[in-house]
Nanobody, 125 residues
């Protein structure tokens, strides 16, 4: 089992940047596919980005391609989401998720086993 704790959210103006971090407990972090999801008020939780166990493969939602970058440091048990050129529509609670049974990055939230508590990102216009 793994516990996930997100940090780095906050209030930023449109066009600005934020870097989210997700720290994982346990010694098996490198065995998990990791993903970032977000949920805006009144909307379903949606896939943002995902990264393979080694970090060599990534995937992004079309809405964030070219603006967001996911990375991981297995020595630090941490996954990151660098968010640039932020837009008001990026406003949401951002969650990191870990998938133990997964072999590749998937966008289906039901395939992930563990979730963090979320961190709020608010982008003002």
């Amino acid at each position: 089992q793994v516990q996930l704790v997100e940090s780095g959210g906050g209030l930023v103006q449109a066009g600005g940047s934020l870097r989210l971090s997700c720290a994982a407990s346990g010694r098996t972090f490198s065995r998990y596919i990791m993903g970032w999801f977000r949920q805006a008020p009144g909307k379903e939780r949606e896939f943002v980005a995902g990264i393979s166990r080694s970090g060599g493969s990534t995937d992004y939602a079309d809405s964030v391609k070219g603006r967001f970058t996911i990375s991981r440091d297995n020595a630090k048990n941490t996954v990151y989401l660098q968010m640039n050129s932020l837009k008001p529509e990026d406003t949401a609670v951002y969650y990191c998720a870990a998938g133990y049974k997964l072999s590749i990055v998937v966008s289906n939230r039901n395939e992930y086993d563990y979730w963090g508590q979320g961190t709020q990102v608010t982008v003002s216009s």
